[in-house]
């Protein structure tokens, strides 16, 4: 009897380890390519990634571990830098331009945020269109969730940014370049709707479980809109029971509100908090909020969208909303 349970266990074990192998990013090398030039190709530098390909790929490497051309090699987990890595103040998954960033003060010292863009790997999102330019909301949504984690970071937060692409960091031009190479950090996006939110929540709630910082929030970041082709100002949602959900959704819109008043002076802001039994609201562990910054599918907000100045400029204001949150949050304690 316990040789019986001895291997079920050990094939459960084969099963689990084979899922994961298989959930991780897959690329071939270049001519000419060596182990530590691919991997930084893969924005994944350092000792620690390369011992772990190493043990990822010893079956598929040549003589004296070198790659052969059209095999496909397991890419190590890219780990985000505040969860994983060591180099102080250095995240590869803003692009070489804005990877190294200094802290300017430690106001979020105990704060631990969770930030996930819109849809990625198989799914765009909302699609609008400027001539033949294709714009895909998963691409607009991750740009301004870099630079809102970036924010962060430098304020001495702890981020983990959910959603990942390996080549795409922080971007200035107007038109992004559209891929599916989304990941949630790491494994595959599914093409299934359900469980790309169950996964999402998934992740957020392991990782929730081993994060001890006292001030814990959770954000889903959007730029399509309900209404397709209609301009709008930022949605903000909440989940239908927790109250600390629904005071972070009106901080974030109380901050927009000041923000508009200041710099658009006459424009008038109409943004809402509502309530919303979204999926990703009512699995979340952390406190968290749903936001739509614009409709990508509206030539009006479009073109504020496409400006990498306005989407520097919405990661500030979330930024400084969630400050706001997090001062009154930690002032309850």
């Excluded at 001539?131 to 924010?151: F, K, Q, S, T, V």
């Excluded at 970071?153 to 190479?181: P, T």
């Excluded at 889903?220 to 927790?242: A, C, E, M, N, P």
Aim: overall charge positive; charged content about 25%; proline content about 3%.
């Amino acid at each position: 009897m316990v040789f019986k349970n001895s291997i079920f266990t050990f094939i459960i074990l084969l099963f689990i380890s084979s899922y994961t192998l298989t959930a991780q990013e897959k690329a071939s090398p270049k001519s000419g390519e060596g182990i530590s030039t691919f991997l930084k190709r893969h924005n994944r530098t350092g000792k620690e990634y390369h011992e772990q390909f190493i043990k990822l790929n010893k079956d598929k490497l040549g003589k004296n571990n070198t790659l052969r051309l059209g095999v496909k090699y397991t890419l190590p987990p890219l780990q985000s830098q505040t969860a994983a890595t060591k180099q102080k103040n250095y995240e590869p998954l803003f692009g070489k331009e804005y990877a190294k960033y200094n802290q300017i003060s430690s106001e979020l010292k105990d704060a631990c945020f969770y930030l996930v863009s819109g849809h990625g790997g198989p799914d765009p999102g909302a699609i609008g269109k400027v001539g033949n330019i294709e714009l895909h909301e998963d691409e607009y949504a991750y740009d301004i969730m870099l630079r809102l984690a970036r924010n962060l970071m430098m304020r001495g937060a702890k981020v983990h940014i959910i959603i990942q692409d390996a080549k795409d960091g922080i971007r200035n031009q107007k038109y992004l370049n559209n891929s599916k190479r989304e990941t949630c950090m790491g494994s595959p996006i599914p093409f299934s709707q359900f469980r790309r939110l169950e996964q999402r929540c998934a992740k957020i709630n392991a990782l929730n479980k081993k994060d001890k910082e006292k001030y814990r929030r959770a954000l889903f970041i959007h730029v399509d809109s309900r209404h397709k082709g209609k301009q709008t100002d930022v949605f903000f949602y909440h989940s239908l029971k927790s109250e600390e959900s629904k005071r972070l959704a009106k901080t974030l819109r109380s901050t927009f509100n000041h923000k508009y008043k200041k710099h658009q002076p006459g424009r008038g802001f109409t943004g809402t908090v509502e309530k919303r039994s979204l999926y990703v609201l009512n699995h979340t562990v952390p406190v968290s909020a749903f936001v739509e910054l614009g409709n990508i599918q509206n030539s009006d907000d479009q073109k504020r969208l496409v400006l990498s100045d306005n989407r520097q400029a919405l990661a500030n204001w979330l930024c400084e909303g969630f400050i706001t949150d997090y001062k009154h949050s930690m002032k309850k304690r």
